[in-house]
Structures are given as structure tokens and as C-alpha cells.
């Protein structure tokens, strides 16, 4: 048996106050009503006799019968445990039936129906208590299974999201590192703020993404220096153009959200031989923010997969994740432009 735990203790005392509080309501009226010390013990001890017995039923079938047995769908059991438990618990109205029987033989027909009817009830009482009991137990188990469910599904829910954010392309840092390399022949000063770009963009993936939301003014400044990077990549007949409009700097957002979009964009919207766009865009106002990204469509082919558009999967599972009712996803191929517009509601505050 496991070791009884705070929350187990204030149960306990919280059911125990409940029938303490019952036990008292009569005799404080009594005394309230009497002021007489005598009549308020009496009362009590009547009282006292009255839920003795109901007392002990429910909170054995609470603790015992009703997790070991009933819960464990060993019925017989549990219905034969509660029956001697009632029965032992209330053997004074079977004494008192022998004793008046032999003490009282004249006794009538309408007394004897009472007392039945009495003892019946009684018993009656004590089944309630057993079933409240158990009902209460099995409500409490309900939701103990419920946040169970719930804390698990919560766990798996960021373990997923942290898989997401966690999928920027390994082969963005080797390409990068490639024309970061190739530039130190050509531009040497070009080449040192690409490396300070590169730093500031790990950095900020490795030990500033690692809380649920982040002030969007972080993510303008890694998609500014990712885009930088990125263009780099790019030959004399790709235009990229990137304007973010930030009303709110510390805008709370999930991080990294968008950076899956911007490398779709550069994935299927270069083409080393022919004319390429790239336009995007961030503007956020009051409690909206909009992103849309355009760019030139190069399908890519089987063998290429760096256009397999996981990165866009990715994004819309962590937005129905992080967002759900609190986004808008649109994406269309127009000739040959792609678009993708995402919009994000946050709740207007509450006033004061």
C-alpha cells in the first residue's frame, strides 16, 4: 500500500469534517434551544448512535471495498463484504428484536410493523451510504483518469511540438557553411558578418526557442538573418524582398513558426537559370499577426528531396497545435507564383 500523500490526508479530514458537522448540527441546536448540558450530551449520544453505523459503512466501502473490490469487478464479493458489514454494524436491531420478543410478548401487530419498518429503513441507510461512497470513489477515479489522460496527451503534445520546431534542415548549415567558405576568397568583410549571422541565428535556436512563446521581435531578427544567409545562395537573377511591420515587439509567438515557410520559399522559388522572386512579409497589429510568403514555383523532382513540402506539414501541424481555433492557413498556386498567408489571433486582455 502506498504511502499516504498530503492530498490523501486533506480528503480524509475533508470527509470526516462532513460527518463530524452532521454529528453536531442537533446537539448545538439542542443546547441553543436548552442550554442544558444534559440534553445536549443526550442528543448527541443519540445522534451518535443514529450514524454510528452509516459512518463506519461509508467509509470502509470508501478506502477498501470499494477500490479492492467493487472497482476490481469482484462483485460477489463486495455485495457479500457490504452485507456482513451491515449486518455486524447494526446487530442491535436483531438483539433488540429477541429481547423485545421475550420481554414483551403482548406486543401488537402495528408496533411490530414499526419497528420493521424502522429497522428497515436503518438498513436502507446504510446501502445508501455505501453506494454514495462508492459513487464519490468512482467520480474521483473518473477524473483521476481524466487528468491522467490529459497530462499525457499534454507530454506527448510537446514532445511532438519539440520535434517540430527542432526540424530546420540540417543541410541549411552545411550549405551555408559551404558559401561562407567560398565567400572568404571573394569578400572577406562579406564573409565575417555571414559567420556573425550564422552565430546569432544558432544561437538563438539552441537557448532562446526553448520556452512555449517567445516576443516576436526575436523571430524578425533570426528571419532576417536566415534570409540573409540564404541569400547567399543566390545568383543576380533572384529578387528577395522582406519588409516586417512590428507594432508590439514583445507580441508573444510560438518560435521558429515560420521558418519552415521561408525555406519552402528558397527551396521551390530559386532557379539558378531562370528569373526568381521572393517576397515576404510580417505585419502585426493590436492582437493579429500576418505572415505571407510569395515566391516563383520551380517544381522540384523525384530525386530532389528537399522539396518534399515537409516543411509546410510541419508548420500546420504546430500551428493546429499551438493555435488551433486561433489561426487561418491559406496557400494557392497562381501561374507560377505560390502563395501562403497565415494569420494568428491571440486573445484580447482582459480589462482591468
Not at 487528468?147 to 517540430?164: H, V
Request: charged content about 20%; some cysteine; hydrophobic content about 45%.
Amino acid at each position: 500500500m502506498n504511502k499516504p500523500t498530503k492530498k490523501d490526508l486533506a480528503l480524509f479530514g475533508a470527509q470526516a469534517a462532513v460527518w463530524l458537522l452532521m454529528m453536531l448540527v442537533l446537539p448545538l441546536a439542542t443546547f441553543i434551544s436548552t442550554r442544558s448540558w444534559d440534553s445536549t450530551s443526550t442528543s448527541f449520544f443519540m445522534v451518535w448512535q443514529l450514524l454510528r453505523a452509516p459512518m463506519v459503512v461509508y467509509f470502509v466501502n470508501f478506502y477498501l471495498l470499494g477500490p479492492y473490490l467493487f472497482f476490481r469487478q469482484r462483485y460477489w464479493l463486495f455485495a457479500l463484504g457490504n452485507l456482513l458489514l451491515i449486518l455486524g454494524m447494526n446487530y442491535g436491531f436483531f438483539y433488540g428484536y429477541f429481547m423485545i420478543k421475550e420481554h414483551v410478548p403482548a406486543m401488537d401487530g402495528r408496533a411490530w410493523i414499526g419497528f420493521f419498518s424502522g429497522t428497515f429503513m436503518f438498513l436502507l441507510l446504510n446501502i445508501v451510504m455505501a453506494a454514495v461512497a462508492v459513487g464519490i470513489r468512482h467520480f474521483m477515479r473518473i477524473r483521476e483518469i481524466k487528468q491522467q489522460l490529459q497530462e499525457e496527451k499534454t507530454k506527448n503534445t510537446e514532445a511532438e511540438l519539440a520535434w517540430l520546431k527542432n526540424q530546420i534542415n540540417p543541410h541549411f548549415l552545411f550549405n551555408t557553411l559551404n558559401n561562407i567558405s567560398s565567400l572568404t576568397q571573394i569578400d572577406a568583410d562579406a564573409a565575417q558578418d555571414a559567420i556573425a549571422q550564422l552565430s546569432d541565428l544558432l544561437r538563438y535556436a539552441m537557448y532562446e526557442t526553448n520556452k512555449k512563446t517567445v516576443p516576436v521581435q526575436g523571430e524578425v531578427e533570426f528571419m532576417r538573418n536566415y534570409i540573409c544567409l540564404m541569400k547567399l545562395r543566390c545568383n543576380d537573377k533572384a529578387k528577395v524582398n522582406a519588409d516586417f511591420s512590428i507594432e508590439n515587439p514583445q507580441f508573444p509567438i510560438a518560435p521558429l513558426l515560420f521558418i519552415s515557410l521561408v525555406e519552402n520559399a528558397f527551396k521551390h522559388g530559386v532557379s539558378s537559370s531562370r528569373p526568381s522572386t521572393i517576397d515576404i512579409s510580417m505585419v502585426q497589429q493590436a492582437n493579429r499577426l500576418e505572415f505571407r510568403c510569395d515566391n516563383t514555383n520551380y517544381p522540384k523532382d523525384d530525386a530532389d528531396r528537399s522539396g518534399s513540402g515537409i516543411g509546410l506539414e510541419n508548420t500546420r501541424r504546430r500551428m493546429e497545435l499551438m493555435y488551433h481555433d486561433r489561426y487561418q492557413w491559406q496557400q494557392s498556386l497562381e501561374g507560377d507564383i505560390y502563395h501562403v498567408c497565415v494569420r494568428i489571433m491571440e486573445p484580447e486582455p482582459a480589462p482591468h
